[in-house]
């Protein structure tokens, strides 16, 4: 079973919604990762933070924004989306130290419908 | 040259078959090495990890082989749990930017 938690798991939105998606880490994990990945698609990386600060933005459109409060937490809020923009939401984190470091761990996933 | 490159596949494989797949990747400085499997409408799970020249877990061989930047999956003994798409990934350390394969997909007929 996954070490990351996701939530919602399920999440229909319209295009002037604001909502966001969480993710939790119990691993003592220092890195952690969104991820976008679309139907037949591999993930794709949107935004990584190490320590705690944004490490990697992949050019994301700034309707996606991302949040880490603490080691633990990650969230991605989201303003004004597209239906372009459904697709399932990957939280993934990353111990950063030791022989297995860069070894990334997936939670489930969000399923983000915007209608 | 695409950072990461898969045959897409179907592989589709009788039950006890051996099926091997290829990745081939661009970045030189990659150090280390995931295989992942994903079921369909599932998170990707790491499979293995490859450090070395290879790995070997039950029926899952990993081998590298830098020289000519590929690594390979060989899978014994086929099961139709076995049945996914196995994703790809180099790394070249700590939280730098990780590239997926496209994927292979594997269907395990009985």
Avoid at chain 1, 53 to 62: A, G, T
Avoid at chain 2, 57 to 73: E, K, M, P, V
Wanted: proline residues 6%; contains cysteine.
């Amino acid at each position: 079973d996954t070490e990351v938690t996701q939530t919602p798991k399920h999440l229909v939105m319209g295009m002037t919604n604001k909502k966001s998606l969480k993710c939790e880490q119990h691993m003592g994990h220092r890195a952690m990762y969104w991820y976008k990945q679309k139907a037949k698609k591999p993930p794709e990386l949107m935004f990584v933070y190490s320590y705690e600060k944004l490490s990697i933005n992949e050019s994301v459109p700034s309707r996606f924004s991302p949040e880490c409060p603490n080691s633990s937490l990650l969230n991605l809020h989201l303003h004004a989306l597209q239906p372009e923009d459904s697709a399932l939401y990957l939280c993934a984190s990353s111990q950063l130290t030791g022989v297995s470091g860069n070894t990334i761990y997936f939670g489930e996933g969000s399923w983000l419908t915007v209608v | 040259r695409k950072e990461v490159e898969q045959d897409p596949g179907p592989f589709n494989v009788p039950e006890g078959a051996t099926v091997a797949f290829n990745c081939t990747y661009s970045n030189s400085a990659s150090q280390s090495f995931f295989w992942y499997r994903q079921d369909c409408r599932k998170e990707p799970k790491l499979l293995m990890s490859v450090y070395s020249s290879g790995n070997e877990d039950g029926r899952f061989t990993a081998q590298l082989n830098r020289a000519s930047q590929y690594i390979s999956l060989l899978i014994r003994d086929s099961k139709l749990s076995d049945s996914a798409t196995y994703l790809c990934v180099p790394s070249g350390g700590g939280y730098q930017k990780v590239t997926f394969g496209t994927g292979t997909k594997l269907q395990v007929i009985p």
